[in-house]
């Protein structure tokens, strides 16, 4: 497990196991959030044996898969709801942790300018330098 912290109060990591999930409450960790459709994985990675893991160890956890054809700005607002909604920091992971830097940055575009979020993506090994365009069209919207 490969924890990426993205601020002080979410990182992303690439797929985690069931074995994973006591480090993570160890850790400060409070909710878990899966960005991986269970179609990608086998049994033993899919969302509702971590989802036990993680409630057996007192954490949080949300299920919002995300693929890159079908990310959204509903799942963009149901992953804010879910990091607002947490009594911790947060932790989500897909395959690589890359979506779920897309749906944190898409989030958090009303608040960070696109050059924090893109520095603060590329600090934790993720080039979303592409997605410049997106993180300004949706600032501009939330000044409107």
């Known amino acids: 497990m490969e924890?990426?912290?993205?601020?002080?109060?979410?990182?992303?990591?690439?797929?985690?196991?069931?074995d994973d999930v006591p480090a993570i409450a160890d850790a400060g960790y409070r909710t878990i959030i899966c960005n991986r459709p269970d179609a990608e994985v086998p049994p033993s990675h899919q969302a509702a044996a971590i989802e036990a893991a993680a409630k057996s160890a007192g954490l949080a956890f949300v299920c919002i898969p995300v693929t890159h054809q079908t990310l959204n700005m509903d799942m963009v607002?149901?992953?804010?709801?879910?990091?607002?909604?947490?009594?911790?920091?947060?932790?989500?992971?897909?395959?690589?942790?890359?979506?779920?830097s897309i749906v944190w940055s898409l989030g958090v575009a009303h608040q960070m300018s696109a050059d924090q979020i893109l520095a603060a993506t590329a600090a934790a090994g993720y080039n979303l330098d592409g997605l410049q365009p997106q993180l300004d069209a949706v600032a501009s919207q939330a000044k409107t």
Do not use: F, N, W
């Not at 993205?6 to 990591?13: D, F, G, H, I, N």
């Open 77 to 100: 607002s149901a992953q804010k709801a879910a990091m607002a909604k947490s009594d911790g920091p947060v932790l989500a992971y897909c395959a690589s942790g890359t979506r779920s």
């Open 3 to 18: 924890i990426r912290p993205l601020s002080p109060t979410y990182a992303v990591s690439p797929q985690i196991e069931v």
